[in-house]
């Protein structure tokens, strides 16, 4: 293992390397080619494996850059901002739907996260007490710009009809019908008119892949509480997504 | 099985957490019922896409001001 195939990992986090974090920095390169690999492998959801685990690799190498945070190494620290803020801007950014709220949510869970790095025991990912960080983040600024809709204390679960209406076949799938922009256009629509309380269970159940478990834990709701506003959201997303994508409807 | 407990049920479905015996029911229902089987291939699409889309992308800008936020206000650690 040469040195040299490290450095792009200490040339964006400015520090010289030492022989420690050199071994460091390419297990994290390694990891995070490993992680790409499998995403690649399995792209899909499916009945009987709904859920894709992180790499194996990548949770044996993250301990060490947590331990090493931990004892106050702020660029062990870095590296796991590094490997993390893109999803945890995207957790702050889909339960906000906006920008400059999910920027300040993202900056204020890393910090937090930094500061309260005593209390993450290693029972759980690392990631997933990070989510937990910044989906409470995000929420707390979405309950003051929107302070009259957003509940997740509350029940939702109303009395209306699940049952979709006017069920129609959606032809030749629609990733062959739509580009890639406009497919992008099309499932923001959709989520951005979700109710928040249903948008934030679907972002950390769906998007995110928590269990239901660790996302009733992150939201302080209940496990019924997530599977219901999880099936309902599910359905509504489909019913949104239906105006698009109805055989011969381009809406 | 009915309609309405096929969609009440649609996400334990997807996530494989119906019993064998509710699932081969729910199964045998699709398989006789059109609408049903549209709406549960469907959500698991809609499930699917969003899986798989990057709807949200960490603008550069955003990023490199997480980074100035984090410089200036984390501590200096041994090994800074």
Same mark, same amino acid.
């Given at each position: 293992?040469?040195?040299?195939?490290?450095?792009?990992?200490?040339?964006?986090?400015?520090?010289?390397?030492?022989?420690?974090?050199?071994?460091?920095? *390419?297990?994290?390169?390694?990891? @995070?080619?490993?992680?790409?690999?499998?995403?690649?492998?399995?792209?899909?959801?499916?009945?009987?494996?709904?859920?894709?685990?992180?790499?194996?690799?990548?949770?044996?190498?993250?301990?060490?850059?947590?331990?090493?945070?931990?004892?106050? /190494?702020?660029?062990?620290?870095?590296?796991?901002?590094?490997?993390?803020?893109?999803?945890?801007?995207?957790?702050?950014?889909?339960?906000?739907?906006?920008?400059?709220?999910?920027?300040?949510?993202?900056?204020?869970?890393?910090?937090?996260?930094?500061?309260?790095?005593? /209390?993450?025991?290693?029972?759980?990912?690392?990631?997933?007490?990070?989510?937990?960080?910044?989906?409470?983040?995000?929420?707390?600024?979405?309950?003051?710009?929107?302070?009259?809709?957003?509940?997740?204390?509350?029940?939702?679960?109303?009395?209306?009809?699940?049952?979709?209406?006017?069920?129609?076949?959606?032809?030749?799938?629609?990733? =062959?019908?739509?580009?890639?922009?406009?497919?992008?256009?099309?499932?923001?629509?959709?989520? =951005?008119?979700?109710?928040?309380?249903?948008?934030?269970?679907?972002?950390?159940? =769906?998007?995110?892949?928590?269990?239901?478990?660790?996302?009733? +834990?992150? !939201?302080?709701?209940? $496990?019924?509480?997530?599977?219901?506003?999880?099936?309902?959201?599910?359905? +509504?997303?489909?019913?949104?997504? =239906?105006?698009?994508?109805?055989?011969?409807?381009?809406? | 099985?009915? *309609?309405?407990?096929?969609?009440?049920?649609?996400?334990?479905?997807?996530?494989?957490?119906?019993?064998?015996?509710?699932?081969?029911?729910?199964?045998?229902?699709?398989?006789?019922?059109?609408? *049903?089987? !549209? $709406? $549960?291939?469907?959500? +698991?699409?809609?499930?699917?896409?969003?899986?798989?889309?990057?709807?949200?992308?960490?603008? @550069?800008?955003?990023?490199?001001?997480?980074?100035?936020? !984090?410089?200036?206000?984390?501590?200096?650690?041994?090994?800074?």
């Amino acid at each position: 293992m040469k040195s040299g195939d490290c450095a792009p990992v200490f040339a964006e986090i400015g520090k010289s390397p030492d022989s420690r974090e050199i071994a460091l920095g *390419c297990a994290i390169l390694e990891a @995070e080619s490993s992680v790409g690999r499998w995403a690649h492998a399995a792209p899909f959801v499916s009945a009987s494996n709904p859920h894709r685990l992180p790499s194996k690799i990548a949770k044996e190498d993250e301990h060490l850059l947590v331990a090493a945070a931990k004892k106050g /190494d702020t660029s062990a620290f870095e590296e796991l901002v590094s490997r993390y803020e893109k999803k945890i801007f995207r957790v702050t950014m889909n339960i906000t739907r906006n920008q400059q709220d999910a920027e300040d949510a993202m900056q204020d869970a890393f910090l937090k996260a930094y500061a309260h790095l005593k /209390d993450f025991s290693g029972d759980s990912r690392f990631y997933t007490w990070l989510v937990r960080i910044a989906a409470n983040e995000a929420l707390m600024r979405l309950r003051k710009r929107r302070p009259n809709v957003v509940s997740l204390d509350e029940p939702v679960d109303g009395e209306e009809d699940l049952l979709p209406r006017e069920v129609e076949d959606w032809g030749p799938s629609p990733l =062959d019908r739509f580009a890639q922009t406009e497919m992008r256009g099309i499932l923001e629509n959709a989520i =951005d008119a979700l109710a928040p309380d249903f948008r934030t269970v679907f972002v950390l159940r =769906d998007i995110e892949e928590l269990s239901t478990e660790e996302t009733a +834990k992150a !939201l302080n709701i209940s $496990v019924p509480a997530v599977k219901s506003r999880l099936l309902r959201a599910r359905l +509504k997303l489909r019913e949104k997504l =239906d105006r698009y994508f109805r055989q011969g409807g381009q809406n | 099985m009915n *309609c309405r407990v096929v969609i009440t049920q649609i996400s334990n479905y997807l996530d494989g957490e119906l019993s064998p015996a509710l699932r081969h029911e729910l199964e045998q229902h699709l398989g006789e019922c059109k609408e *049903c089987e !549209l $709406v $549960v291939s469907q959500t +698991k699409l809609t499930v699917e896409l969003y899986c798989d889309a990057e709807i949200v992308d960490l603008p @550069e800008d955003v990023k490199n001001r997480l980074h100035q936020a !984090l410089r200036s206000k984390l501590p200096s650690g041994p090994h800074s």
